[in-house]
């Protein structure tokens, strides 16, 4: 398997930024979106505190971790930033964090 890999990690939230609960099964709805789409993701379910600043608003969130391991092409990479916009639109966030990285699959 001598591929070239990228992992995207999206930090999906709890809660909407005011505070109330994104329901479930829209958290459910977003892995789906990946699964469908790639065959397949990992939800980690525990929760990540994350505290920030935006406008002299201190916020708190709590997430969960979503994961994928794709092949490095560039389409690929349009897929996942075409996600991040969706979601972050329908999740109702000033933000939302996704990082990617070079991994080596053995």
């Not at 999206?10 to 892995?31: C, H, K, T, W, Y």
């Not at 980690?44 to 916020?59: F, K, L, P, R």
């Amino acid at each position: 398997m001598r591929k070239n890999w990228r992992r995207y990690e999206v930090m999906l939230p709890l809660q909407f930024n005011d505070g109330s609960e994104i329901p479930v099964e829209l958290r459910s709805e977003a892995v789906l979106d990946i699964a469908l789409h790639f065959g397949g993701a990992s939800y980690e379910a525990q929760s990540v505190e994350g505290h920030w600043i935006h406008n002299g608003t201190h916020y708190r969130d709590n997430h969960a971790k979503l994961v994928i391991d794709l092949p490095e092409t560039v389409k690929n990479r349009r897929w996942m930033k075409a996600f991040k916009a969706r979601w972050k639109e329908r999740l109702q966030q000033l933000e939302l964090w996704m990082v990617s990285y070079r991994i080596e699959v053995e």
